[in-house]
């Protein structure tokens, strides 16, 4: 069965600093694998997606993600946080079967302080 | 640029009650997704709905739970008799193709009093 685990509930990063947003997956078969971001009130909105193509995939809003199958991670960076990135934060995997239904983490809220 | 729609954005409801919450998928699409997020909790799959019938069902998804595809355009969540616990939001989600990504409305937030 598929799941995913993110690390750390909240993470708060200083405006200009480096962003990591942890996640490990497991799966039975080679992973699909979804950034998605949750701004307050709104719905989610695909950050970017790894489908077995290049490992470091390059998302929206200046964030990338590496796909590490050695260490079975798929960790959220940006370089440079911006106090706009302010947000939950779900990693999630595509379950199997014929439904691609999505399995989610539990979600990291970011702060981004001045 | 397409979108998924849903309405109401909120909606309020006694303990008991049937509630209906509203989606319009992207129009090509031809997979539908019901999910939904207790507050601060994780985001939860519910049902997906293909070629006018459930393909896949969550624990969560019991027999208070149906979907509906009533006229090609709408995909609806209705619960018959509403829970305190149902209180989350939905969230709807479309998809054109076997491979392609979800794409998500902006939820529903459902409230059992």
């Known amino acids: 069965a598929q799941s995913v685990t993110q690390l750390g509930s909240h993470v708060s990063v200083s405006e200009g600093a480096l962003v990591l947003l942890r996640c490990n997956y497991s799966?039975?078969?080679?992973?699909?694998l979804f950034w998605y971001v949750q701004y307050p009130n709104q719905g989610l909105q695909l950050l970017l997606k790894?489908?077995?193509?290049?490992?470091l995939v390059k998302g929206i809003n200046g964030f990338e993600a590496e796909f590490k199958k050695s260490e079975t991670s798929f960790h959220l960076t940006k370089p440079s946080a911006h106090m706009s990135d302010a947000a939950e934060y779900f990693c999630?995997?595509?379950?199997?079967?014929?439904?691609?239904?999505?399995?989610f983490g539990t979600g990291t809220l970011l702060a981004v302080q001045p | 640029e397409p979108e998924v729609t849903q309405t109401p954005s909120h909606q309020v409801t006694q303990m008991g009650q049937e509630v209906i919450l509203r989606c319009v998928p992207i129009?090509?699409?031809?997979?539908f997704y019901w999910y939904r997020q207790i507050l601060g909790q994780k985001v939860e799959f519910l049902v997906s709905?293909?070629?006018?019938?459930?393909?896949?069902k969550s624990e969560i998804f019991d027999d208070q739970f149906s979907v509906e595809r009533p006229d090609g355009s709408n995909f609806t969540l209705k619960i018959r008799s509403t829970k305190l616990e149902d209180s989350a939001m939905y969230f709807c989600?479309?998809?054109?193709?076997?491979?392609?990504?979800?794409?998500f409305g902006p939820g529903t937030r459902l409230t059992v009093l």
């Open positions: 799966s039975s078969v080679p992973p699909y």
């Open positions: 709905f293909y070629n006018n019938e459930i393909s896949e």
């Open positions: 989600a479309s998809r054109e193709g076997a491979v392609s990504e979800q794409f």
């Open positions: 129009s090509n699409h031809l997979y």
């Open positions: 790894y489908t077995s193509a290049a490992t």
């Open positions: 999630a995997v595509r379950g199997g079967g014929a439904t691609n239904k999505l399995i």
